[in-house]
């Protein structure tokens, strides 16, 4: 099998009045699953500023993101290793999705969360925030 080189990625837990955004995929891996918004780390780019720029790209928002946990994603059937770096963040602002990267988006409760179809290994780390979360 041909080397993968791991991409580097980000995502952000947005949380507001004690729900989280999920944002709808509209493309592949995991089309029109649920998932964290975020996105690839440019070449030289900061793990702090790739996750503002790219929720500012997909959310039109600005947020003050803090670092929440590693993980890696590897899908050998999609040929797809990445390095994820997963920050949290307080949700302020209007939203205004970018229709080239989202469908839509909404905001669900923890309970929610465990019987929705999610992209990636973001539900993992959703449930690793809500037992770590004080609430």
Known sequence: MKYINPKSTVACILVKNHK?????RVKNPF???????????ELFEKIDVAIKREIK???????KPKFFTFDQEIYKNLKWHANVFFFVSK??????INKNELSSYKFFSKKEIKS???AFNHKKILLRFFKNAKH
């Open 116 to 118: 929705l179809k999610i």
């Open 31 to 41: 089309k029109n699953y649920w998932c964290l918004p975020g996105g690839h780390v």
């Open 20 to 24: 989280i955004l999920l944002a709808k």
């Open 91 to 96: 949700l302020e602002g209007d939203i205004k």
């Open 57 to 63: 790209e997909e959310l039109n928002i600005s947020i």
